[in-house]
């Protein structure tokens, strides 16, 4: 796998979150809002469940609201962190067969966030490509916008973990 390519400034998303399928909601922790500035998204009560991969103080949620928290960086994993993305979605998918609303989020909730849903979504069956398509098309056209976790999609999680994994 090769290194993530630098990106040019990427704009805050417009919601703090968006439906990307039923019960399965990818976002962020900062957003623009109506007034046009920035404003921090605070989960309260409104997901069973939220996979948070960048945790910031005071963005959430309340007490008794099932959370779990990974924090990983932007860039290259190494194959314990993907282990924990994979660990992750599925608990994402579990939780989705209970009829359980969740919330996966990063800082923008683009990449990885995006990671997570995407892999959500292939353990029910979407091809990655289709994944993507998906996500950018509910969240942003700057979903998904590291090239190296579309790497890790298309090869699938399993595999690219045993790679990184025999490079380390």
Same mark, same amino acid.
């Given at each position: 796998?090769?290194?993530?390519?630098?990106?040019? %400034?990427?704009?805050?998303?417009?919601?703090?979150?968006? +439906?990307?399928?039923?019960? &399965?909601?990818?976002?962020?922790?900062?957003?623009?809002?109506?007034?046009? +500035? #920035?404003?921090?998204?605070?989960?309260?009560?409104?997901?069973?469940?939220?996979?948070?991969?960048?945790?910031?103080?005071?963005?959430?949620?309340?007490?008794?609201? /099932?959370?779990?928290?990974?924090?990983?960086?932007?860039?290259?994993? %190494?194959?314990?962190?993907?282990?924990?993305?994979? #660990?992750?979605?599925?608990?994402?998918? /579990?939780?989705? %067969?209970?009829?359980?609303?969740?919330?996966?989020?990063?800082?923008?909730?683009?990449?990885?966030?995006?990671?997570?849903?995407?892999?959500?979504?292939?353990?029910?069956?979407?091809?990655?490509?289709?994944?993507?398509?998906?996500?950018?098309?509910?969240?942003?056209?700057?979903? &998904?916008?590291? /090239? &190296?976790?579309?790497?890790?999609?298309?090869?699938?999680?399993?595999?690219?973990?045993?790679? /990184? +994994?025999?490079?380390?």
């Amino acid at each position: 796998m090769r290194a993530r390519r630098k990106q040019p %400034d990427v704009p805050a998303p417009d919601s703090p979150w968006n +439906e990307i399928v039923p019960g &399965l909601w990818m976002g962020g922790h900062e957003y623009v809002g109506r007034s046009g +500035e #920035r404003e921090f998204a605070v989960v309260h009560d409104e997901f069973d469940l939220v996979l948070t991969l960048l945790r910031l103080p005071g963005h959430g949620p309340d007490t008794g609201v /099932e959370h779990h928290v990974w924090p990983i960086p932007d860039g290259p994993l %190494d194959g314990t962190q993907l282990a924990g993305v994979i #660990r992750l979605a599925r608990t994402a998918r /579990e939780a989705l %067969d209970d009829d359980r609303r969740v919330l996966v989020r990063c800082y923008h909730g683009y990449n990885r966030s995006g990671l997570v849903v995407a892999h959500a979504l292939a353990l029910a069956g979407y091809p990655a490509d289709e994944g993507i398509r998906l996500i950018r098309s509910r969240r942003s056209p700057w979903a &998904l916008h590291n /090239e &190296l976790f579309v790497e890790y999609l298309e090869t699938g999680l399993a595999t690219a973990r045993l790679l /990184e +994994e025999l490079t380390e």
